[in-house]
């Protein structure tokens, strides 16, 4: 595992372009291309005023940036680096700013969400999309770049307009049977669109492209429902977070609950793995597992109960936003593995083996866990608790790997390139790209994992 030289950033915002050649950051209101095998710079654009957000195009061939506090959007060209778009949205204000799938269109949200505006690249036109809804997530594209479903909100109730992105000409349009709806998000394979209500209602709906309701699902009432929802690669499950620390998992076929993971503070199965991190030892080389390799399993003839505790967190119940519920869910991409965080356990990271339906493996950290994220090749897991630390998992064990260079280098995000073969480590000021030899297993000085740490 190797280390690029360390960058300056801004705002965490560095991504990989579509096709993987590219590596954009920012640096107040510089933007910074890098070809990403030899890290040089290839073009350097100034905008008019300290970058918020910046998105590729699908094709990698532009890449635009969002100043929101000016209302404007400037758009940059890799091939015809003298071209240049501006679009200015005025006294509307501007709030949220995305590409469409063709990477010719841009989406502009007015703020206090009056409107969308539709920019094309190609035509110079301009289109207008009412009554869009401010929630959690309320533009949803299909995989296949046909389709875009948007959440509205007219006469105080809640609907889905369905358009076809080729012409933005209306395909669907149907109310929800939500109270405040929170968030939609098609399944990959484009055929099944999910909606979810406001954390007061548990509700989770699921509708045809032509807007049919299939299904409807509720765990409970009365209670604080819906924190977060995932899709499976193959869109055969829905995972289901919830504010009373379960996942539940819905299979495509009956959309019915086929089993549901809980996580509690002590985890008794003897079959499942446990790594915990430990304090680091200053004679440890760099590079060398700072996770104690996991116990053989106890005999069958042991009398001895199999327990390990992890660190909870006591949520404050008078405030809002309290620190429990499943916060963050993600499937590998083979579907043989799902990922969870539990808010009142913020240290730790849930493996859940899909196929047999159990707990695989947990691994506790030392500082509560700020972002994780599957490898898009194989089942090998990154996470950063925004120490100098990168952590990955696979099958084969779990390793962890102190980030050179002078000061301290906190990671408090990280992202992968499409090819699982680096990723990008960001702080709060600079990044760093780590590279990964691609005929490396991880963690092979554990052999096969059996028990408890």
Same mark, same amino acid.
Do not use: M
């Given at each position: 595992m190797n280390f690029s030289e360390v960058f300056k950033l801004s705002s965490l915002l560095c991504k990989f372009s579509p096709d993987g050649k590219y590596l954009a950051s920012c640096v107040q209101y510089r933007l910074v291309i890098r070809d990403v095998n030899t890290l040089q710079i290839l073009q350097l654009y100034t905008c008019l005023d300290?970058?918020?957000?910046?998105?590729? @195009?699908?094709?990698?061939l532009f890449i635009l940036c969002a100043m929101y506090k000016r209302g404007l959007v400037q758009v940059w060209s890799l091939?015809?680096?003298?071209?240049?778009?501006?679009?200015? *949205?005025? &006294?509307? +204000?501007? %709030?949220?700013? =995305?590409? @469409?799938?063709?990477?010719?269109?841009?989406?502009? /949200?007015?703020?206090?969400h009056l409107r969308i505006t539709v920019w094309s690249l190609c035509t110079k036109s301009v289109s207008y999309i009412k009554y869009p809804k401010a929630c959690q997530q309320g533009i949803a594209f299909t995989r296949d770049g046909r389709y875009m479903a948007l959440a509205e909100r007219r006469d105080c109730k809640d609907h889905v307009s369905i358009f076809v992105c080729s012409d933005w000409q209306l395909l669907r349009h149907f109310d929800t049977e939500t109270q405040d709806l929170a968030g939609i998000e098609w399944a990959p394979n484009g055929c099944v669109l999910a909606v979810w209500d406001t954390c007061l209602e548990y509700k989770v709906l699921l509708y045809s492209l032509d807007g049919r309701?299939?299904?409807?699902? =509720?765990?409970? *009432?009365? @209670?604080?429902? !819906?924190?977060?929802?995932?899709? &499976?690669?193959?869109?055969?499950?829905?995972? %289901?977070?919830?504010?009373? +620390?379960? %996942?539940?998992?819905?299979?495509?076929? /009956?959309w019915k609950m086929i089993t549901e993971f809980g996580h509690p503070a002590t985890v008794n199965n003897p079959k499942t793995v446990v790594y915990k991190e430990a304090e680091k030892n200053?004679? #440890?080389?760099?590079?060398?597992?700072?996770?104690?390799?996991?116990?053989?399993?106890?005999?069958?003839?042991?009398?001895? *109960?199999?327990k390990f505790s992890l660190q909870t967190l006591k949520p404050i119940a008078d405030r809002a936003n309290p620190k429990?519920? !499943? +916060?963050?869910?993600?499937?590998?991409?083979?579907?043989?593995?799902?990922?969870?965080?539990?808010?009142? !356990?913020?240290n730790a990271v849930w493996i859940w083996d899909i196929q047999k339906l159990r707990l695989f493996v947990v691994l506790e950290q030392l500082s509560?866990?700020? &972002?994780?994220?599957?490898?898009?090749?194989?089942?090998? #897991?990154?996470? =950063?608790? +925004?120490?100098?630390?990168?952590?990955?998992?696979?099958?084969?064990? =779990?390793?962890? !790997?102190q980030v050179p260079g002078e000061g301290d280098f906190q990671v408090l995000s990280l992202c992968w390139h499409f090819s699982g073969d680096s990723m990008a480590l960001l702080s709060k000021d600079h990044f760093c790209l780590c590279f990964l030899e691609t005929e490396e297993r991880v963690g092979t000085a554990f052999g096969r994992p059996g028990d408890h740490t």
């Open positions: 300290q970058i918020q957000h910046i998105e590729w @195009s699908a094709d990698s091939e015809q680096p003298e071209w240049h778009c501006r679009i200015d *949205e005025g &006294s509307a +204000g501007l %709030v949220a700013s =995305c590409w @469409s799938p063709d990477g010719r269109h841009i989406l502009n /949200t007015t703020e206090f309701l299939l299904s409807a699902y =509720c765990a409970y *009432e009365w @209670s604080l429902g !819906v924190k977060s929802v995932a899709w &499976s690669p193959s869109s055969q499950f829905l995972a %289901v977070g919830s504010y009373d +620390g379960k %996942v539940r998992i819905l299979n495509h076929v /009956t200053p004679q #440890l080389a760099l590079g060398r597992l700072a996770f104690p390799a996991p116990r053989a399993a106890a005999s069958p003839a042991s009398n001895t *109960e199999s429990i519920g !499943v +916060g963050a869910l993600a499937f590998s991409p083979d579907n043989y593995f799902l990922a969870t965080r539990s808010d009142s !356990v913020p509560p866990v700020r &972002s994780f994220q599957w490898d898009p090749q194989q089942p090998r #897991l990154a996470i =950063c608790t +925004g120490g100098s630390k990168v952590y990955l998992w696979s099958p084969a064990g =779990c390793l962890s !790997v």
